[in-house]
């Protein structure tokens, strides 16, 4: 919310909020099969992190100065169609 970019990867991500357990988790995660469960972490450590980082989500959603809404819809349509309309003329004019 920050950027107005989505990011979806953990390491990307990472990069800008530093918290030392992410690589160790992010290994485990990959060292294993799909679906696995973590054994021997700290699940109390873990609770108050995912408290703290969801408390630090919901500030940035407040703060944020992006539109609840997508306010481009109308032009987006019009420049599929616009699109849609130039292709179907190139077509017909090279055949």
Known sequence: MQ???IEA???KLNEV???PYIPDLIAQKLAGTEKSILSDINVAF???EYEHLRNN???AYQSSPLP?????NADLHNLLVRLRMRSYELQVNNS
């Open 3 to 5: 950027t107005g970019i």
């Open 9 to 11: 990867n953990l390491i």
């Open 17 to 19: 909020f530093n918290l």
């Open 46 to 48: 873990h609770q108050i």
């Open 57 to 59: 989500l919901q500030e």
């Open 68 to 72: 609840e809404v997508p306010s481009a």
